[in-house]
């Protein structure tokens, strides 16, 4: 039998997908959707054909899933922001953990493994403290400030994101306004020409302090005057800066930050602690969900006083500082630069000093701090990037053979993957925590605590 292209198909949906799309599966053909959900009966036009799987076009919602609710933001099929948005918040919580559990299951191979039940956001909603808006000329010479849209750099405007904070929708307007009476000229991928490429705002959760920089190809902005006294009326203005990037590449913010006024960093707090933070340090973007994250690290953790802890990819040093608290001397490595200065002052501000930091790749720092130094742990922490721990990290941290691990992670994939090769060295995973930090999106967070159980030494 099979299936063929540009053929008519009726399927019931029973999964998503790693981009919101709804899967089904008709004669063993698994079939990917976009704009499907979990529980639709709907029929399909197949747009593409492989050997175990298809892609179809949404034709008709025969029977809609009652999981489906209307979605607040008017671009949310447009905009590639939000990918669940029409999905009930209770049914994206199910998703997510459904996430975590193949991973590690398909990828991680690792069965009948404890995983608690997901934490969830209690208002789902503007819970994002950053935001990062390519600025843009359509075809037809518009300015457009918004979100790319998914899998493309068209540029989506809104009246409203659901997800960030509502002091953007002022600023944006605000600069808006400044390029159109100062004529500034808007850079073009195409030509690499053009001076304004990209909008960051970010917002202290609870400080409220608020920090824009603007992303330029060039080494000023002209007439700035302008736009600082317009912004500067925007309530807890904080920090304007510009961050210069003249090279012709995806990455948003350059190497270089210049505080055009205020200072160059904002104040928020987690926890008892406070936090200076620049423009190019990475900040979990969903500050409530973050301190129920630390909270669970810091429970995992269960430092008794006299522990030696490694927080490896420790950004501005939050999760380091949380552990100082109890324990008894904890290290941070961290590649950004602007990150580790932010870390030293953050232990600084707080009176924290049984702390170091170190600024470098953790695939180069963590071995040759091994080798050179033999250094110890009790305990070490990972939070890595999506793309997850570098293989000489894992292998590092096996021949230090911790008593305890902690990974946090952003990417159930890469966690199951390095998951896996921590359990075929010596260590068991004894309890997984998934997080929302992301609401509306396919994203989920995880804290894994793991054991040693002393066979890394037998191999
Ligand atoms: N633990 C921190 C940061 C986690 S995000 C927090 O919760 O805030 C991951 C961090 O890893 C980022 O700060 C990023 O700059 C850093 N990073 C990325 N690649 C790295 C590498 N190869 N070595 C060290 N740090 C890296």
Known sequence: MGISKNDYYTIKIEDIGDKGEG????????????????EDEVKVKLTKVKKNYAFGRLIEIIKPSPYRIEPPCEVYKQCGGCQIQGLDYDKQLVFKEKKVKDALERI?????????????????????????????????????????????????????????????????????QYVHNNNISIYDEENHKGLMRHILIRAGHFTKEIMVCIVINGKDLPQKDQVIKALTTIPNMKSISVNINTEKTNVILGHQTKKLWGTDYILDTLGNITYQISPQSFYQVNTVQTEKLYNKVLEYAQIKGDETIWDIYCGIGTITLYLAQKAKKVYGVEIVK??????????????????????????????????????????????????????????????????????????????????????????????????????????????????????????
């Open 23 to 38: 899967i089904g599966k008709y004669e063993g053909y698994t079939i990917f959707v976009k704009d499907a959900y979990v």
């Open 108 to 176: 991680g191979k690792l069965k009948n493994i404890n995983i608690n039940t997901i934490i969830g956001m209690e208002h789902p909603f503007f819970y994002r403290n950053k935001s990062q808006y390519p600025v843009k000329r359509d075809n037809e010479g518009n300015l457009k400030i918004g979100f790319y849209a998914t899998r493309s750099h068209h540029v989506i405007e809104h009246e409203k994101c659901y997800i960030g904070n509502p002091v953007n929708e002022s600023i944006i307007e605000i600069i808006k």
């Open 338 to 459: 602007e990150a580790i200065e932010d870390a030293r002052k953050n232990a600084q501000m707080n009176n924290i000093n049984n702390v170091e930091f170190y600024t470098g790749k953790a695939e180069d720092v963590i071995p040759r701090k091994y080798n050179e130094e033999g250094i110890y742990a009790d305990t070490i922490v990972v939070d890595p990037p999506r793309k997850g721990c570098d293989e000489s990290v894992l292998k590092t941290i096996v021949d230090i053979s911790p008593k305890k691990m902690i990974y946090v992670s952003c990417d159930p994939s890469t966690l199951a993957r390095d998951l896996k090769y921590l359990c075929e060295n010596g260590f068991e995973v004894k309890e997984v925590q998934p997080v929302d930090m992301f609401g509306h999106t396919v994203h989920v967070e995880c804290v894994v605590l793991m054991r040693h159980c002393g066979l890394a030494s037998e191999k």
